[in-house]
Nanobody
């Protein structure tokens, strides 16, 4: 059974930092590219960041570039999202997802809430 479990969300203030984690099981983690997405209330889910299987390449949305960093630990089968200089507009449910190659994301976590107060 494939499981992606996010953790690390919470309530923080503007300018604070948070690190999200996504622990996986049931997949050969090193064979999957990983991504982080978010969905704010009343909005569509949007891409935040992605990382290749070996961690050699990353990609970010313009809204988080320079503030967020995605990383992975293949030995721990975990992907991380380090978020800094948080803004109220970063408030959302954050999801991690896994994909093979450059195809669509096949597996999704249940999400973790991040709330940034002004």
């Amino acid at each position: 059974q494939v499981q992606l479990v996010e953790s690390g969300g919470g309530l923080v203030q503007t300018g604070d930092s948070l690190r999200l984690s996504c622990a996986t099981s049931g997949i050969i983690f090193s064979g999957y590219g990983m991504g982080w997405f978010r969905q704010a209330p009343g909005k569509e889910r949007e891409f935040v960041a992605s990382i290749t299987r070996d961690g050699g390449s990353t990609s970010y949305s313009d809204s988080v570039k320079g503030r967020f960093t995605i990383s992975r630990d293949n030995a721990k089968k975990t992907v991380y999202l380090q978020m800094s200089s948080l803004k109220p507009e970063d408030t959302a449910v954050y999801y991690c997802a896994a994909r093979v190659g450059l195809g669509g994301y096949r597996y999704w976590g249940q999400g973790t809430q991040v709330t940034v107060s002004s």
